[in-house]
């Protein structure tokens, strides 16, 4: 099993859901987060006052799958966040060792 963690652009989350419902992936957790890259954040003037944003928002796409699906899974996501502009984001892949369903107890596979 792996753990995709995909930080996207928040306006890109219905476009990269669409593109993982249509893989059949059945659940995911979203968080919205905030942090920068190469971007640094930027200048803003509100009210005539300029202030640097440190932190620019994103949201979080956390997935646990099988691994065979991975990489179906990652070109879904790169497709649908891509808009060709710095910020688009990033994926992450990390190993998961177990996973239960706490309800049922199922293990593995099965609690995903």
């Known amino acids: 099993m792996k753990k995709i963690e995909a930080i996207i652009k928040p306006f890109k989350l219905d476009e990269v859901k669409e593109a993982l419902n249509a893989l059949d992936i059945q659940g995911m957790t979203v968080t919205e987060v905030k942090g920068y890259g190469r971007q640094?954040?930027?200048?803003?003037?509100?009210?005539?006052?300029?202030?640097?944003?440190d932190f620019i928002p994103k949201i979080k796409i956390e997935i646990i799958l099988e691994s065979k699906m991975v990489?179906?899974?990652?070109?879904?996501?790169?497709?649908?966040?891509?808009?060709?502009?710095?910020g688009d984001g990033k994926i992450f892949v990390l190993p998961v060792e177990e996973a239960?369903?706490?309800?049922?107890?199922?293990?593995?596979?099965?609690?995903?």
């Open 100 to 112: 239960i369903r706490i309800r049922t107890g199922e293990m593995g596979k099965d609690a995903i």
């Open 71 to 86: 990489k179906k899974t990652i070109e879904a996501i790169a497709k649908a966040a891509n808009t060709g502009k710095v």
């Open 40 to 53: 640094k954040g930027h200048k803003e003037i509100y009210r005539g006052a300029e202030y640097t944003v």
